[in-house]
């Protein structure tokens, strides 16, 4: 144990002292780039790198090298390669794998790493970039004139730095290649001849035109063949890396144009409404004349527009004003501020021009045009088309609809920004009439050069940025003026435009025809007679999908004038007399008018709430004079004075009057005192099962407690069981035909005979009535007598030696004492069990 401990210690000692010990300075390759010492990087592909004598160490000869985690020679091994030959070691891609960075060197017979010494493994990283001279700005995947000189920017942050040796005999050495248009293959490039073959990667990176190689320059593209050039670094073929995998460098690509200045666009052909960008291509940070030719003479609402605002662009009329004079291009601009601009480009000869289009912009091809103002021989053009859009109008639903409804206009427009929406049918004039307001006709008032505002003249609707639209439109709110039952046409335009032949020359439009039908209401009550305390409802359907309905309730004595009641999304409605309503109410005759407001969603008749006459005596049709008309009185029914029939036939007749257009539907129904009736029950014995029926005008779903009791009274002894006899429930009234019904099932197995009472009770309303009838003893089965077969005997020829037992020849045999126990057992039993029940 002691001998163990001091060789922890030692061991401990020596690894301490080695990690003391202080770094080695970073230190170029040995004489030549194949010798190898310590902190050196070497890379993978690399081959024959002498090993010996640089990382011997304390170990002597290297036989491996080891990676650990966290670069720990006492941790995990993370990777470890094998060196079969020191002075010849080459770096195989497959025995690094992932694991690129520091390694150990490891000596066979001790197989420890020595954690003094060590060597980086990496993989190359050249990388390429090509820019304009200024050496900012970046050409990659761009166009470029033949003006423009290239420089390339070369990069290798890691081995640029490290695989130089001392003498420099062998420093890395790669080839800029460049892929023509036509698929060859060059080294030498530009107008001006630059070799780009075997440059010397002197530094981590430098610029082909930055004076570090005497050879090199900025490449000048004059005359050099128009297309798209690829270009990559290659290491040359007297490196160690040539031709293998993952060393060459990223790919970058430029493309030299055939003409000093291009123009195109990014849309051949635009919807008017919409958009488009130009882009010119020409010298770095060159200034060109940009305009429209010939756009629509005079017409400056009918062309594209150069958006303000945009970098390197002047459109302002000085500018316009300048190239509109120039003898040179004003034969071909006319007179429109905004279409001709000054456009300065980036520093990679390029800039994009954004036009702008809107629904009044003439449908047809727009040629732009640009040019070098230094030379009038240098320019382009380049065509775009604009196009009309398309509006498109549907509905939700059918097509048909009731007056009052709302209906879900949508639809799309790729036109312009607004949807403007009128409506043309009977007696509406050809230019028809605002959607959203009848009576503002749509004419060419609306866009004459003083208009009223939109909405006066049409429902202007906000189009989405996914060209879509859509628009609820209340038929009940049409302005002061009523639309009739029938066919209509609702127009959608692009632009503000009246519905006449003329107005919608040359506008983009959808149409929609729809049908409006007369609102009706409808009612009906859950029975015709109820009891009193029973639940009355009115139910129906109010078409056209108002707001309320309105009842009114008339009977002997008792008014119910206008009671309010909301109509659900499906047009449907129930108006519900509560239990506690009806309960008072006096046997009798009712009669109820449910009122639809129609159209306009008021409740043109209705209590009078001013207070002059009363709140619940009079009937006023409000729908003068809440329009705030002072010389237009409402027309005034006393309804107290009238009876029940005639004061219902007085409100029709305000509803039936042509000043109102409230529609009704009428119904009666009749109260009555809540009864129950039991049919006859016949009379029953113990352990039948048989069912009590009867009638009632109690309503459906209401409940009835039923009691069947025995009817007798008579004291009991004391020796007497005293079970009850009978039976009760509770069952619910059925639907009949001509009055409800109810069953009750009743088991008389238990029931002793007697004279038994019946109650049906109902709970609300509150009623009762009663029957009887006989349970009887269970009749006796009568089981039929058989007589014996008679038996022949033959004698027996020795005479018996025990005289034969007598049977006797009663009918029934009488029990004996011990069958008269046995019957005592089962009585007491049968006593013991009903107790326990």
């Not at 009663?770 to 039929?784: R, Y």
Request: proline share 5%; charged share 15%.
């Amino acid at each position: 144990m002691k001998s163990m401990t001091k060789l922890i210690i030692v061991a401990s000692v020596i690894l301490l002292a080695a990690l003391l010990v202080n770094p080695v300075a970073a230190a170029q390759r040995g004489a030549t780039v194949k010798d190898i010492v310590t902190d050196d990087h070497i890379f993978v592909y690399e081959k024959c790198l002498n090993l010996n004598p640089g990382l011997h160490g304390a170990f002597g000869v290297v036989t491996a090298l080891r990676k650990f985690q966290d670069d720990d020679t006492t941790k995990t091994v993370l990777n470890e390669i094998s060196v079969t030959n020191e002075n010849c070691f080459d770096v195989l891609d497959a025995a690094v794998g992932g694991y690129t960075g520091v390694y150990y060197p490891v000596n066979g017979a001790p197989g420890k790493a020595d954690p003094a010494v060590s060597i980086s493994i990496d993989r190359t990283d050249l990388a390429l970039g090509v820019y304009l001279t200024n050496h900012i700005d970046s050409l990659d995947g761009k166009s470029v004139t033949r003006d423009t000189k290239l420089a390339f920017k070369i990069a290798a942050p890691k081995f640029g730095p490290n695989y130089q040796t001392n003498t420099a005999v062998f420093p890395g050495q790669v080839d800029l290649r460049f892929t023509t248009p036509d698929g060859g293959f060059l080294t030498i490039f530009g107008n001006n001849g630059v070799n780009f073959g075997f440059v010397n990667v002197t530094g981590a990176q430098f610029f082909t035109d930055d004076g570090s190689h005497a050879t090199l320059a900025a490449v000048d593209l004059t005359n050099v063949a128009a297309g798209t050039y690829t270009a990559v670094l290659k290491f040359s073929p007297n490196m160690d890396f040539y031709k293998q995998a993952g060393t060459d460098s990223n790919a970058v690509t430029f493309t030299v144009l055939s003409k000093p200045i291009t123009i195109t666009t990014n849309k051949e052909t635009v919807v008017r409404g919409n958009d488009f960008v130009v882009t010119i291509t020409g010298e770095s940070l060159h200034t060109y004349f940009l305009y429209i030719k010939n756009p629509s003479p005079g017409a400056a609402k009918t062309a594209p527009f150069i958006l303000d605002g945009q970098p390197g662009v002047n459109n302002s009329a000085a500018v316009f004003n300048m190239i509109f004079n120039n003898a040179k291009v004003g034969t071909d601009l006319d007179n429109i501020v905004g279409t001709a601009a000054n456009v300065t480009t980036l520093a990679d000869g390029t800039r994009p021009i954004e036009f702008n289009t809107t629904s009044t912009t003439d449908d047809k091809k727009y040629t732009i045009k640009v040019i070098d103002p230094s030379d009038y021989s240098k320019y382009d053009t380049v065509d775009v088309t604009v196009e009309k859009g398309v509006v498109t109008i549907t509905y939700e639903g059918t097509g048909t609809y009731y007056l009052g409804e709302t209906i879900k206009l949508s639809g799309t427009n790729t036109d312009s920004k607004k949807v403007y929406l009128f409506i043309k049918g009977p007696n509406l004039g050809d230019a028809g009439r605002s959607l959203s307001n009848l009576s503002q006709v749509t004419s060419a008032a609306c866009v004459s050069p003083t208009p009223p505002t939109p909405t006066e003249c049409w429902k202007v609707v906000d189009v989405n940025t996914d060209n879509t639209w859509s628009f609820k439109w209340d038929t009940s709110k049409l302005g002061i003026t009523s639309l009739d039952a029938g066919t209509y046409t609702i127009y959608a335009t692009a632009v503000q435009a009246d519905g006449t032949t003329a107005g919608l020359s040359g506008v983009t439009y959808s149409t929609a025809s729809v049908v409006l039908k007369k609102p009706f209401v409808t009612a009906s009550v859950n029975q015709n007679t109820i009891a009193k305390g029973d639940i009355l409802y009115i139910t129906g359907t109010a078409e056209g999908k108002p707001n309320n309905v309105f009842v009114w309730i008339f009977g002997k004595n008792y008014r119910s004038l206008g009671n309010s009641q909301s109509v659900q999304s499906d047009a449907s409605y129930s108006y519900k007399l509560d239990r506690s309503d009806t309960e008072p109410l006096y046997a009798g005759q009712y009669f109820a008018v449910v009122q639809h407001p129609m159209m306009n969603g008021i409740d043109d008749i209705t209590p009078d709430t001013r207070g002059t006459q009363g709140t619940e005596a009079v009937v006023d049709p409000k729908g003068t004079w809440r329009q705030g008309n002072a010389s237009l009185s409402p027309t005034i029914v006393i309804l107290s004075g009238l009876q029940a029939s005639d004061a219902a036939t007085a409100l029709i007749d305000l509803l039936n009057s042509p000043n109102v257009d409230d529609t009704y539907t009428k119904l009666s129904f009749n109260i009555e005192e809540p009864w129950i009736r039991i049919d006859t029950i016949a009379d029953h014995y113990v352990g039948d099962t048989f069912t009590i029926t009867g009638t009632t005008n109690m309503a459906e779903g209401d409940q009835i407690l039923m009691t069947v009791v025995s009817a007798s009274f008579q004291p009991t002894e004391k020796t007497q069981t005293g079970e009850f006899s009978g039976s009760s429930g509770t069952v619910t009234v059925q639907k009949g035909d001509t009055y409800n019904t109810f069953s009750f099932d009743v088991d008389a197995s238990t029931f002793k005979p007697d004279e038994y009472l019946v109650t049906a009770e109902g709970v609300q309303p509150s009623v009762t009535t009663t029957a009887t009838f006989n349970v009887l003893e269970g009749q006796p089965t009568t089981v039929p007598t058989t007589a014996p077969p008679t038996v022949v005997t033959t004698a027996p020829t020795t005479a018996p030696t025990t005289a034969p037992t007598t049977v006797p020849t009663t009918a029934q045999a009488q029990p004996g004492f011990g069958a008269l126990v046995a019957l005592v057992g089962l009585g007491a039993v049968a006593l013991l069990v009903l107790r326990r029940r």
